[in-house]
Each structure stands twice: as structure tokens, then as C-alpha cells.
């Protein structure tokens, strides 16, 4: 059977849209033909990466939704609108995330609900509604971002790896329940990635996480976001409830 890349005619919601490693991703499914929802709490984000697919050639249709995951009345809007504008959905990358770090005798009450509810809360609010459109649709895939931290842990991240290895048993138990119904969930962990939160890092310390990558480089957004389109598509079909991590070989 001849598989490809190609998502014309699908449908994709991308939360997190409005830069780094969600923008990429956004990126690549257009470009693979996939009409994208932009979803995030930034506007004028959104607003960017809608302009940088409209640049590609045989742009697809994009939607604008400002949105916070953390917030389930603001998903169901979100995939209420979804429903109103295309009548269907075939992928979900839950990509929104916060990464707030606290040697655990400073983590607060707040630090760790606010991590939680957008990393993990997130993922689950999506996904309920999302699989309620995909199951329409018959079938679909959803992709999350974990991290490489969540897989090994790392000094002052507790509340951080705790939610993204959460991210991972939501992930392995949704892949179990929705499979009957064709809708494959997966996970992307990345290691360390060329973003604006990790161009803020301290000279010695973004050297050492340099240093420490197998592949002598950190990782571009668009290294996540190709193995998120490979995940998106039907290349994938028998792949669900694994963990693909995107990190060069990177040793914490």
C-alpha cells in the first residue's frame, strides 16, 4: 500500500501556535496540506504564524482561536468552533505548555497548579473534545508534547517532569481507549530545542545542554515538527501509545 505525507483535505488544531515549536508545527501540516486551527492565548502569535502559512505556496485555510488550554470553557469553544467551520477534525497537536523551574523548597501551591493545569489538565480537556470530532470523522490522530525531562527528570524541574511524564500515562491509557474508534495518541518528548525560552538561558548553562547532545547540536522546532507530521499522517497508521523522543541523544 503507497503511503505519503500529504494531509489535503484534513483538518488539524495546533495549540500553542503562536511560536516555537508549535509554529513549526502549524508549518508542517499546512504545508502538507492540512487546513489548521491556531489555537493559543497570544492573538497577535497567532496572527504571525497565520501569515507565514498564507505565504506557502497553495496555502491552506487557517482559523484564528485565542484560547487557554488551562481553561476547559475555552476548549469547548475552541472545538465547538471547529465543529461550526469544517464539520470534522482529523488532528490534534496539544503543544501548549509552561515550563516554570523551582528547587522544590520554593515550589507553591500556584507554581504547581499553573504547570499542571496547562501541561496536563490541557492535554485532557482537548482531547475529550477533540476525539468526540475525530470519532465523527472516522478516526484521527492526536500528538502530544511530552519532554525528555518528563521521561528522566532533572534538578529544580519536579513540577515540570511530573506534568510532562503525566502527559505520557494520559497519552499510553487514551491510545487504549480510543483505538476502537480508529483514533491513534502518541507523544513527541523533545530535548533541548532553539526556542525563545531556551535562547534566555544563561551562556553556561545552554553550553552545557549543548554539550550534552549525542548529535553535537541543540534541536530546531522544526526537528519536532517533522516527527509531529509523521505522527499526523497515515505513515503512522499502526503506530499508537509510543513516545518518540526527539533529542539528538541528549544525556541529562
Known sequence: ??????????????????????????????????????????????????????????????????????????????????????????????????????????????????????????????SQYASRLMARSGGGSIVALGSIVGQQGFAGQSVYAGAKAAVVGVARSLAKELAAQQIRVNVVAPGFIETALTAALPPERRSAAVSSVALGRAGLPEDVADAVLFLASDMSRYVTGQVLGIDGGMRL
Not at 508549518?27 to 502538507?32: F, N, R, V, Y
Open 1 to 126: 500500500m503507497a503511503l505519503h505525507i500529504g494531509l489535503n483535505g484534513k483538518v488539524a488544531v495546533v495549540t500553542g501556535a503562536g511560536s516555537g515549536i508549535g509554529r513549526a508545527c502549524a508549518l508542517a501540516l499546512a504545508s502538507a496540506g492540512a487546513a489548521v486551527v491556531l489555537a493559543g492565548r497570544r492573538e497577535a502569535a497567532l496572527a504571525e504564524t497565520a501569515t507565514a502559512i498564507a505565504a506557502l505556496p497553495d496555502a491552506p485555510a487557517t482559523l484564528v482561536q485565542v484560547c487557554d488550554v488551562a481553561d476547559p470553557q475555552a476548549v469547548r469553544d475552541l472545538f465547538q468552533t471547529v465543529f461550526k467551520q469544517f464539520k470534522r477534525l482529523d488532528v490534534l497537536v496539544a503543544n501548549a505548555g509552561v515550563m516554570d523551574d523551582a528547587l522544590i523548597g520554593m515550589v507553591t501551591p500556584d507554581l504547581i497548579e499553573r504547570v499542571f493545569a496547562t501541561n496536563t489538565h490541557g492535554l485532557l480537556y482537548c
